[in-house]
């Protein structure tokens, strides 16, 4: 597919998703809704695709959601079988059952997605409104820029979350803050979004894709069959009984012995353990984020 709405860029192992519409800050119509659906699906089948970043082009808005001016007389479905009249709402009962029953991919591209085991950082540049919104809360991590903020600003329209808000929201910063959130439509700081756990890092202005890129560019270095298992767990096991998530977590803990290439990595693994063959075996030599080594070691 060709990209008009979005960028998709290969940058050795990470892949660079850019919402690309800046004069309407990034909104999604429906040619981004598919160019997104085509773009997640490559990254995913990708086995040279490690990471993703999402981004927003230019320097005010990551995504303010869907694009309610062209789609405001839209009648056609989301997931109609012709993906050149597929617009953002289902409206034939058909196309209404296809989303209640959850096969269709989302509203606004693939939010409704939840089987990539890859890792994706959003590199949030601006305002992420509404589906903006939920587009940062689908990344697993989110670097987020000292101007930048969030709102469920849909709110006030009587437009409801169809992208994931409701459920991966609360998932991320607690019920009681993300009902906060749903039900007033307040906008709030990357400050406040990182006391409420939202954002896992702010930076200055301009340097939230570098960030982002510098992360997973380190992530892609390391070995990559575990942190899709993990991944896979945590997602899979999130809100089931104790007993039922540890379940899942055995079961995708022992998938990694399943097949041989699975066995190799875990072999080199402990073999650069045992060897000290790792930088973070090695004194002062360090370069895992977030590991702090005392200077009595």
């Known amino acids: 597919m060709e990209y008009h709405h979005i960028k998709y860029e290969q940058n050795g192992p990470v892949t660079i998703v850019t919402f690309n519409r800046p004069e309407v800050k990034n909104c999604i119509g429906t040619r981004a809704h598919r160019e997104l659906v085509d773009a997640f699906d490559r990254f995913r089948t990708d086995d040279g ?22 789609n405001l007389a839209a009648t056609e479905p989301t997931n109609h079988p012709d993906p050149d009249v597929a617009v953002l709402c289902p409206v034939e009962p058909a196309d209404i059952a296809l989303h209640n029953r959850g096969e269709a991919p989302g509203i606004i591209g693939p939010s409704r ?6 890792p994706i950082i959003a590199a949030v540049n601006g305002i992420a409104y509404a589906g903006g919104f939920e587009w940062a809360c ?54 406040e979004a990182y ?11 301009g340097a939230a894709l570098d ?4 992360l997973a560019q380190y992530i892609s270095t390391l070995p990559q069959p575990a942190i899709h298992s993990d991944k ?19 079961e995708c803990f022992n998938r990694l012995f399943s097949d041989s290439e ?15 063959d790792h930088p973070d075996r090695v004194r002062g030599q ?3 984020p977030g590991i702090v080594r005392s200077e009595m070691e």
């Open 195 to 205: 006391r409420i756990g939202l954002a896992n890092e702010v930076v200055p202005k």
């Open 262 to 276: 699975s066995r190799a990595e875990l072999s080199e693994g402990l073999r650069r353990f045992n060897e000290r």
């Open 286 to 288: 360090a370069k895992t």
């Open 49 to 70: 695709a490690k990471v993703a970043v999402i981004t927003g082009a230019g320097d005010s808005a990551f995504c303010a959601g869907g694009d309610l001016k062209s």
């Open 113 to 118: 997605w939840t089987d990539i085991y890859k």
């Open 211 to 214: 960030r982002a890129v510098e």
């Open 138 to 191: 689908f990344a697993d991590m989110r670097i987020v820029e000292e101007h930048a903020s969030f709102g469920m600003t849909c709110r006030r329209w009587n437009i409801g979350l169809a992208d994931g808000g409701t459920q991966r929201l609360p998932r991320i910063v607690g019920m009681g803050r993300a009902l906060e959130l749903i039900i007033t439509g307040k906008v709030i700081n990357a400050k």
């Open 232 to 250: 896979e767990a945590a997602i899979r096991g999130y809100g089931k009984d104790l007993d039922e998530g540890l379940r899942i977590e055995a």
